[in-house]
């Protein structure tokens, strides 16, 4: 009897584990289609262009700020990752307190600027 309530536990666990991986799936697939890249681009342009350079027909950003074409070739770095960073403060960027939609939008922008 023991060992079957081990084996229900078990079971009931890795159950636990492979719907929460489902979910996770589900929910981060949803968030790459919602991205909308150009509206990324409306909020680079507004947001983050006295910085970086956030488009081919921009002049010029600040020398402290890599283009958003570097950003974008850099090896390993998905649409995600940049999303996740963008919702993170971190100086000597100022924390722009982006919701998650607009940092997926921003960052599937980032990332077409390859």
């Not at 584990?17 to 409306?42: C, H, K, N, P, R």
């Not at 850099?74 to 960073?85: D, E, M, T, V």
Request: glycine share 4%; aromatic share 6%; with cysteine.
């Amino acid at each position: 009897m023991k060992r079957l309530i081990a084996a229900l536990a078990a079971f009931s666990v890795l159950a636990a584990f492979s719907v929460a991986a489902v979910l996770a799936e589900v929910v981060l697939a949803d968030t790459a289609v919602a991205a909308d890249a150009y509206q990324g681009g409306v909020l680079a342009k507004r947001w983050c262009a006295t910085c970086h350079v956030v488009s081919a027909d921009q002049a010029r950003g600040s020398t402290q700020a890599p283009p958003f074409s570097e950003i974008a070739k850099k090896p390993g770095l998905s649409a995600a990752s940049i999303a996740l960073f963008l919702l993170r403060p971190h100086p000597p960027m100022p924390d722009m307190n982006l919701s998650r939609n607009e940092a997926a939008d921003l960052a599937a922008y980032i990332e077409s600027q390859k």
